[in-house]
């Protein structure tokens, strides 16, 4: 079992990567190209391609550096094909192809000398050459320095950053005189930290001040050994190291707070549509989880017909969701929960019933496999604030979203015609029907409205989870646990309660593990409602 | 007529009667085709991935019937739908064990749920099942054949490749149900034995669907950054890893940071994954898609020639369908009959050739030989291999690594016959063996 085929050892490899981006900073500031130092080697392409041909990927790497230090003219595209797993050799033959795609079963190839049309190829007939993860990281290396000769501001800034914690004796000379011929603050900034670093791992007391208050890991990394060590700088490494974490501990727990309050969003999302049909109208829906899915559903189907514009998509299915889940709501309340009123445990039971329709439904008309709803690019990675604190920005978009719902919602609750006949029915609805106020078609309409907050809840899972036929079921108890917290018929009351119960949850999370967490929380809760049955708000007035 | 005559008349006739009646069971056992029982949920929340089982089998099954079916009948597929719920595999294997129509053999189920279900139906009625998943391993039934992986098979090579890059910190996440847990037991077990601390181990447990995994990412992000190289070993099943791989591509981790390796993400689950974030991150399997022999390349034309699909992806669990079935088709040819217990003793030493070109044999314990071999994701949803064991590996049905476990071994070949045997003291704690 220990035989493996030999590895690239780490060591080595590090060293290159850092050659190389020293290289990339020099290439600018000291104005010289990196080709011009490695001795151009003979470059018959065809020998710089063969020497890819082999299942060691040590040597691929050797023979990728050759390609770049090379002077043929494809060198660019062929280590770009090299990463994207394109360039391959002819099974059983002598060329050498780049696949121009492979998305499907039948490629299309070029020549990877010539780059001239060469018909088709398959997996049969065309051997990929495969890379791995160091690999992959040195091609991404050889390629920015090849395309890097001018050298950009923001790739010295990366190069810069990289080298924070990888100078050692060989190169510090070098970095140093970099510096000071480097002109942007930016770029300078990491280029200090890396030097100081490097000083006081040498002992220089000074360079610690440098150093005080940075959040980088690498520099917490290399000074615990500092402080625990008997050196004389080490109470001062120490001093500097509990600035650091005291500070880490503080962004920590911001990083925490949106932690839950983004879990928290998405409860309340999923809860205030049933804050509405159940805190208002007194409805149990147990098909809301499913109105949620047709919501996700709905932002998948705009999606499907707007391919290439997941912007343009999600920004339709806001109102796509929200009427098409609403006109479900309106149907159910017409056809269903009208004739039952007053009747709570069959209309539990029928909305049970329709919920699994509604599931089985979407089974048959769009299979069960769960369905990939693409987001949009500012959708995707991170805001970084500093280095210990990050907000991923899908998570920021529904909570600043859930905001949103909720402000709007809580404004037609307050400040609209139908606001006012709605709370005026849901306080006396036989007083109010005796003020001409129509209630049955009220009742219609906030049903339709619950369903379509619903819907909006699902736009924003899609955005999160997966859209699958069973999206709705994992989200509708913990919808009534916040409704019932937070105070039945009550939005400010289901915004707090679930707000409260996603920071308490992800709080808890880190130290007992997801699966007692929820329990705990369900614990708490079932306690609470004890000791306060009206939830946190009470319904203010009489309820008839 | 006398009373004795018409006594011997009755006997004679009942005795004619029996013998036509022994004939024609005979000739139907005969002559009529061999029932192959397919046991795969078809709805539920198993219907993703067990779906594809079931109509891979029933082109195995065509395939054979157009090669001129088994000792000369013809293969009959009988499709059930346990519709994800486990005590429903119990009542359907026992539906297709019992009757009439009895099938022959079952290839069926998927979670190890299902499969302690299904175990004592096919023990009681003596039936066959052939089991095409990884799975935890500390089980060997005299009825079962275990076509998947072993944790030997799977997990301790996975984690020995990272070892050999370099990782010293182990993030072991997964679902929280009985396979990532007895796994994630075995290599904790084996990682100390490696000289990891228990510092630089971290193991956490999600429900099944868990879709809110921002802080334990960064969990592991923080655990990540302490200076020691670290990876993530998942066991996390289903429908949690979209949103899981989402997280970590949002946190900005790459496979260049902190790689993640799982053993329960293949082709099937990747195409609901947009992959181009997560380039590098690897699975452990014993079969990839991607796997470059004729025999593989065959089989890819088949299956998207019988689904009709240019896009239809192949997996580890189908692999394993296609050799157990192969396995049992020649054990049937090999025996003469489908008879349980004829076929039971004929398909141990079975050598049929796998999908990687190379070929498994059933060894003693129901498990089989299986080349281990690491892929990285690319960003088509394909994984590309970029290690794989010299030689194929043997199942062990009993981990070494835990010390209940260590001195138990399988074999169920005459005279031992036993699926619990302790090598030291001898005695034999599951089987005939055992009396």
Same mark, same amino acid.
């Given at each position: 079992?220990?035989?493996?085929?030999?590895?690239?050892?780490?060591?080595?490899?590090?060293?290159?990567?850092?050659?190389?981006?020293?290289?990339?900073?020099?290439?600018?500031?000291?104005?010289?190209?990196?080709?011009?130092?490695?001795?151009?080697?003979?470059?018959?392409?065809?020998?710089?391609?063969?020497?890819?041909?082999?299942?060691?990927?040590?040597?691929? %790497?050797?023979?990728?550096?050759?390609?770049?230090?090379?002077?043929?003219?494809?060198?660019?595209?062929?280590?770009?094909?090299?990463?994207?797993?394109?360039?391959?050799?002819?099974?059983?033959?002598?060329?050498?192809?780049?696949?121009?795609?492979?998305?499907?079963?039948?490629?299309?190839?070029?020549?990877?000398?010539?780059?001239?049309?060469? %018909?088709?190829?398959?997996?049969?007939?065309?051997?990929?050459?495969?890379?791995?993860?160091?690999?992959?990281?040195?091609?991404?290396?050889?390629?920015?320095?090849?395309?890097?000769?001018?050298?950009?501001?923001?790739?010295?800034?990366?190069?810069?950053?990289?080298?924070?914690?990888?100078?050692? $004796?060989?190169?510090?000379?070098?970095?140093?005189?970099?510096?000071?011929?480097?002109?942007?603050?930016?770029?300078?900034?990491?280029?200090?930290?890396?030097?100081?670093?490097?000083?006081?791992?040498?002992?220089?007391?000074?360079?610690?001040?440098?150093?005080?208050?940075?959040?980088?890991?690498?520099?917490?990394?290399?000074?615990?050994?500092?402080?625990?060590?008997?050196?004389?700088?080490?109470?001062?490494?120490?001093?500097?190291?509990?600035?650091?974490?005291?500070?880490?501990?503080?962004?920590?727990?911001?990083?925490?707070?949106?932690?839950?309050?983004?879990?928290?969003?998405?409860?309340?999302?999923?809860?205030?549509?049933?804050?509405?049909?159940?805190?208002?109208?007194?409805?149990?829906?147990?098909?809301?989880?499913?109105?949620?899915?047709?919501?996700?559903?709905?932002?998948?189907?705009?999606?499907?017909?707007?391919?290439?514009?997941?912007?343009?998509?999600?920004?339709?299915?806001?109102?796509?969701?929200?009427?098409?889940?609403?006109?479900?709501?309106?149907?159910?309340?017409?056809?269903?929960?009208?004739?039952?009123?007053?009747?709570?445990?069959?209309?539990?039971?029928?909305?049970?019933?329709?919920?699994?329709?509604?599931?089985?439904?979407?089974?048959?008309?769009?299979?069960?496999?769960?369905?990939?709803?693409?987001?949009?690019?500012?959708?995707?990675?991170?805001?970084?604030?500093?280095?210990?604190?990050?907000?991923?920005?899908?998570?920021? %978009?529904?909570?600043?979203?859930?905001?949103?719902?909720?402000?709007?919602?809580?404004?037609?609750?307050?400040?609209?015609?139908?606001?006012?006949?709605?709370?005026?029915?849901?306080?006396?609805?036989?007083? $109010?029907?005796?003020?001409?106020?129509?209630?049955?078609?009220?009742?219609?309409?906030?049903?339709?409205?619950?369903?379509?907050?619903?819907?909006?809840?699902?736009?924003?899972?899609?955005?999160?989870?997966?859209?699958?036929?069973?999206?709705?079921?994992?989200?509708?108890?913990?919808?009534?646990?916040?409704?019932?917290?937070?105070?039945?018929?009550?939005?400010?009351?289901?915004?707090?309660?679930?707000?409260?119960? %996603?920071?308490?949850?992800?709080?808890?999370?880190?130290?007992?593990?997801?699966?007692?967490?929820?329990?705990?929380?369900?614990?708490?809760?079932?306690?609470?409602?004890?000791?306060?049955?009206?939830?946190?708000?009470?319904?203010?007035?009489?309820?008839? | 007529?006398?009373?004795?005559?018409?006594?011997?008349?009755?006997?004679?006739?009942?005795?004619?009667?029996?013998?036509?009646?022994?004939?024609?069971?005979?000739?139907?056992?005969?002559?009529?085709?061999?029932?192959?029982?397919?046991?795969?949920?078809?709805?539920?929340?198993?219907?993703?991935?067990?779906?594809?089982?079931? *109509?891979?089998?029933?082109?195995?099954?065509?395939?054979?019937?157009?090669?001129?079916?088994?000792?000369?009948?013809?293969?009959?597929?009988?499709?059930?739908?346990?519709?994800?719920?486990?005590?429903?595999?119990?009542?359907?294997?026992?539906?297709?064990?019992?009757?009439? *129509?009895?099938?022959?053999?079952?290839?069926?189920?998927?979670?190890?749920?299902?499969?302690?279900?299904?175990?004592?139906?096919?023990?009681?009625?003596?039936?066959?099942? #052939?089991?095409?998943?990884?799975?935890?391993?500390?089980?060997?039934?005299? /009825?079962?054949?275990?076509?998947?992986?072993?944790? /030997?098979?799977?997990?301790?090579?996975?984690?020995?490749?990272?070892?050999?890059?370099?990782?010293?910190?182990?993030?072991?996440?997964?679902?929280? =149900?009985? =396979?990532?847990?007895?796994?994630?037991?075995?290599?904790?077990?084996?990682?100390?034995?490696?000289?990891?601390?228990? *510092?630089?181990?971290?193991?956490?447990?999600?429900?099944?669907?868990?879709?809110?995994?921002?802080?334990?990412?960064?969990?592991?992000?923080?655990?990540?950054?302490?200076?020691?190289?670290?990876?993530?070993?998942?066991?996390?099943?289903?429908?949690?890893?979209?949103?899981?791989?989402?997280?970590?591509?949002?946190?900005?981790?790459?496979?260049?940071?902190?790689?993640?390796?799982?053993?329960?993400?293949?082709?099937?689950?990747?195409?609901?994954?947009?992959?181009?974030?997560?380039?590098?991150?690897?699975?452990?399997?014993?079969?990839?898609?991607?796997?470059?022999?004729?025999?593989?390349?065959?089989?890819?034309?088949?299956?998207?020639?019988?689904?009709? /699909?240019?896009?239809?992806?192949?997996?580890?669990?189908?692999?394993?369908?296609?050799?157990? #079935?192969?396995?049992?088709?020649?054990?049937?040819?090999?025996?003469?009959?489908?008879?349980?217990?004829?076929?039971?003793?004929?398909?141990?030493?079975?050598?049929?050739?796998?999908?990687?070109?190379?070929?498994?044999?059933?060894?003693?314990?129901?498990?089989?030989?299986?080349?281990?071999?690491?892929?990285?994701?690319?960003?088509?949803?394909?994984?590309?291999?970029?290690?794989?064991?010299?030689?194929?590996?043997?199942? *062990?049905?009993?981990?070494?690594?835990?010390?209940?476990?260590?001195?138990?071994?399988?074999?169920?070949?005459?005279?031992?016959?036993?699926?619990?045997?302790?090598?030291?003291?001898?005695?034999?704690?599951?089987?005939?063996?055992?009396?």
């Amino acid at each position: 079992m220990s035989t493996f085929k030999e590895q690239p050892a780490r060591a080595p490899l590090r060293g290159r990567n850092i050659k190389l981006l020293l290289c990339l900073l020099m290439a600018w500031s000291l104005s010289f190209i990196s080709q011009s130092v490695f001795a151009a080697t003979s470059s018959e392409p065809r020998a710089l391609l063969e020497a890819l041909d082999t299942g060691n990927f040590q040597a691929k %790497g050797v023979a990728a550096q050759a390609i770049a230090d090379s002077d043929a003219e494809q060198k660019t595209r062929w280590l770009q094909a090299l990463l994207d797993g394109r360039l391959g050799k002819e099974r059983r033959g002598e060329r050498f192809y780049i696949v121009t795609d492979d998305s499907g079963r039948e490629w299309p190839i070029i020549d990877a000398i010539t780059f001239e049309d060469a %018909g088709t190829g398959t997996r049969r007939t065309v051997d990929i050459f495969k890379i791995n993860n160091d690999l992959r990281t040195q091609i991404e290396g050889l390629l920015a320095s090849l395309s890097l000769s001018a050298g950009d501001e923001a790739s010295r800034l990366a190069a810069a950053r990289q080298l924070i914690g990888e100078i050692e $004796a060989d190169n510090a000379a070098s970095v140093r005189q970099m510096r000071n011929e480097e002109e942007s603050d930016a770029v300078r900034q990491p280029l200090d930290v890396a030097l100081a670093l490097y000083d006081v791992q040498q002992g220089d007391a000074e360079a610690l001040d440098t150093l005080r208050g940075n959040l980088d890991t690498r520099i917490r990394n290399t000074l615990v050994p500092i402080a625990a060590g008997d050196s004389p700088l080490a109470a001062e490494a120490r001093s500097v190291l509990d600035g650091i974490e005291s500070k880490r501990v503080w962004y920590d727990r911001a990083q925490t707070l949106f932690f839950g309050l983004s879990a928290g969003s998405i409860l309340v999302l999923a809860a205030i549509g049933l804050a509405i049909t159940f805190g208002v109208m007194g409805v149990i829906n147990m098909a809301h989880g499913e109105l949620i899915m047709i919501g996700a559903y709905t932002t998948w189907l705009i999606q499907q017909a707007l391919p290439g514009q997941p912007g343009l998509a999600l920004a339709l299915a806001i109102p796509g969701g929200f009427l098409v889940a609403g006109a479900f709501g309106v149907v159910i309340e017409r056809t269903v929960i009208r004739f039952l009123k007053g009747r709570p445990l069959e209309t539990l039971l029928a909305t049970f019933g329709l919920s699994l329709i509604l599931q089985q439904l979407v089974r048959s008309v769009f299979s069960p496999l769960n369905r990939r709803v693409t987001s949009p690019e500012w959708m995707q990675g991170a805001w970084q604030i500093n280095e210990a604190l990050a907000f991923t920005l899908n998570r920021l %978009g529904v909570l600043l979203f859930c905001l949103a719902v909720f402000a709007a919602l809580w404004a037609l609750m307050r400040f609209t015609r139908l606001g006012l006949e709605v709370r005026a029915v849901t306080q006396n609805r036989a007083m $109010a029907r005796a003020m001409g106020v129509r209630a049955t078609r009220v009742d219609m309409l906030t049903f339709g409205l619950g369903a379509g907050v619903a819907g909006l809840a699902g736009v924003a899972l899609s955005q999160l989870t997966n859209v699958g036929p069973n999206l709705g079921q994992s989200y509708i108890v913990d919808s009534f646990l916040v409704v019932v917290f937070g105070g039945v018929g009550n939005l400010w009351g289901t915004l707090v309660a679930g707000m409260s119960l %996603g920071v308490i949850n992800q709080v808890l999370q880190p130290w007992v593990g997801a699966v007692l967490a929820k329990i705990i929380v369900l614990v708490g809760v079932i306690l609470f409602i004890q000791k306060r049955p009206q939830g946190i708000f009470a319904p203010k007035g009489r309820t008839s | 007529m006398t009373t004795t005559s018409l006594r011997k008349l009755i006997a004679g006739s009942s005795i004619a009667l029996g013998l036509a009646g022994f004939g024609t069971a005979a000739v139907a056992q005969d002559e009529g085709p061999i029932r192959v029982g397919i046991l795969h949920s078809l709805s539920g929340t198993m219907a993703i991935s067990e779906s594809t089982l079931k *109509d891979e089998m029933l082109m195995l099954i065509a395939k054979q019937n157009d090669a001129g079916g088994l000792l000369g009948r013809k293969l009959e597929p009988v499709v059930m739908d346990p519709a994800s719920d486990w005590s429903l595999y119990a009542e359907q294997a026992r539906d297709m064990l019992t009757g009439d *129509d009895r099938v022959d053999v079952i290839f069926g189920n998927w979670t190890s749920a299902s499969r302690k279900a299904v175990l004592p139906v096919v023990e009681e009625l003596n039936g066959l099942l #052939f089991y095409p998943v990884q799975y935890e391993g500390e089980e060997s039934s005299e /009825n079962i054949f275990y076509t998947g992986a072993a944790p /030997n098979q799977q997990a301790i090579p996975a984690v020995d490749y990272l070892m050999s890059q370099g990782v010293e910190r182990w993030a072991l996440l997964g679902t929280d =149900y009985v =396979y990532p847990r007895t796994t994630n037991k075995i290599l904790e077990a084996y990682l100390k034995a490696n000289g990891v601390a228990d *510092d630089d181990i971290m193991v956490n447990y999600t429900p099944f669907g868990f879709s809110d995994w921002q802080s334990i990412v960064s969990q592991v992000k923080d655990f990540g950054s302490q200076g020691k190289k670290t990876a993530v070993v998942s066991t996390i099943n289903g429908d949690a890893n979209v949103p899981f791989y989402n997280e970590l591509a949002n946190q900005g981790i790459s496979a260049g940071d902190i790689p993640v390796v799982a053993f329960s993400v293949g082709e099937q689950e990747l195409t609901g994954i947009d992959t181009a974030p997560l380039v590098g991150h690897m699975a452990a399997w014993n079969y990839f898609m991607s796997v470059d022999s004729d025999a593989n390349y065959d089989f890819i034309d088949d299956w998207v020639a019988y689904t009709g /699909n240019d896009q239809a992806v192949t997996n580890d669990p189908m692999e394993a369908h296609f050799i157990g #079935f192969n396995m049992w088709a020649q054990a049937v040819e090999k025996a003469g009959t489908t008879d349980v217990d004829a076929v039971k003793d004929s398909i141990i030493g079975v050598t049929v050739p796998n999908l990687s070109g190379g070929a498994s044999t059933m060894m003693p314990n129901h498990h089989i030989t299986k080349p281990v071999m690491i892929g990285e994701i690319q960003d088509d949803g394909q994984f590309s291999v970029v290690w794989q064991t010299p030689t194929t590996v043997a199942g *062990d049905a009993w981990s070494d690594y835990l010390p209940e476990s260590k001195n138990l071994i399988s074999d169920w070949r005459a005279p031992l016959r036993c699926g619990k045997l302790d090598v030291e003291s001898m005695t034999c704690e599951d089987g005939p063996g055992a009396e």
